[in-house]
Nanobody
């Protein structure tokens, strides 16, 4: 089992920044690819970013490309999502997830955090 706990969400004005963190415990963190997903009310959970076990990133979702950056620290068992130039449409619950390989689809991840709310006001 892998336990994931997100933090860093909150309320921010459009154009602002937030940094989300996900702390992992349980099995060896470096054995897992990590992803960030988000889900807005009434919408399906969507891919945001993912990073391989060694730190290679997948292409970001088009909606966040150039604004968000995913990173991981295998010494601290954490994965982060730096979010800049936030827009109201970024408002959602953000989830981190762990899986054996980095994928774009939520179903390919085995473990999920409880989520953290990000609200961007206009």
């Amino acid at each position: 089992q892998v336990q994931l706990v997100e933090s860093g969400g909150g309320l921010v004005q459009a154009g602002g920044s937030l940094r989300l963190s996900c702390a992992a415990s349980g099995r060896t963190f470096s054995n897992y690819a990590m992803g960030w997903f988000r889900q807005a009310p009434g919408k399906e959970r969507e891919f945001v970013a993912a990073v391989s076990r060694s730190g290679l990133t997948l292409p970001y979702a088009d909606s966040v490309k150039g604004r968000f950056t995913i990173s991981r620290d295998n010494t601290k068992n954490t994965v982060s999502l730096q979010m800049n130039s936030l827009k109201p449409e970024d408002t959602a619950v953000y989830y981190c997830a762990a899986g054996l390989v980095p994928k774009l689809t939520p179903g390919r991840y085995d473990y999920w955090g409880q989520g953290t709310q990000v609200t961007v006001s206009s």
